[in-house]
């Protein structure tokens, strides 16, 4: 079993910031990228940043400049730093884990069950 918990949403001005924070843990054998997606009420999950392992950071055009994805291998956390929010970043924020368990051979996406960030203006 993996398990993918995020913590760090809440309600900010136009202007501020919050860090999102993910820890991935269970049965974990090797993890090929962490990230974070969102969702807007009516819209399809998108991608915002990812950092898959030993290679390039990748962040969604919108955010670029103002949000930061950093990784920590070792303990198999993800975090999200989220600077000059607009209301338009508001969404549900979900943690994914692109990785492989102990049971399996295949690597599987796994996501978290998602933190509310809400930017008012």
């Known amino acids: 079993q993996v398990q993918l918990v995020e913590s760090g949403g809440g309600l900010v001005q136009a202007g501020g910031s919050l860090r999102l924070s993910c820890a991935a843990s269970?049965?974990?054998?090797?993890?090929?990228?962490m990230g974070w997606y969102r969702q807007a009420p009516g819209k399809q999950r998108e991608l915002v940043a990812t950092?898959?392992?030993?290679?390039?950071?990748n962040y969604a055009d919108s955010v670029k400049g103002r949000f930061t994805i950093s990784r920590d291998n070792a303990k198999n956390t993800v975090d999200l730093q989220m600077n000059s929010l607009k209301p338009e970043d508001t969404a549900v924020y979900y943690c994914?884990?692109?990785?492989?368990?102990?049971?399996?051979?295949?690597?599987?996406?796994?996501w978290g069950q998602g933190t509310q960030v809400t930017v008012s203006s």
């Open positions: 994914m884990g692109d990785l492989r368990t102990q049971f399996s051979i295949y690597f599987k996406t796994y």
């Open positions: 269970g049965s974990i054998f090797s993890i090929r990228a």
């Open positions: 950092v898959p392992t030993g290679g390039n950071t």
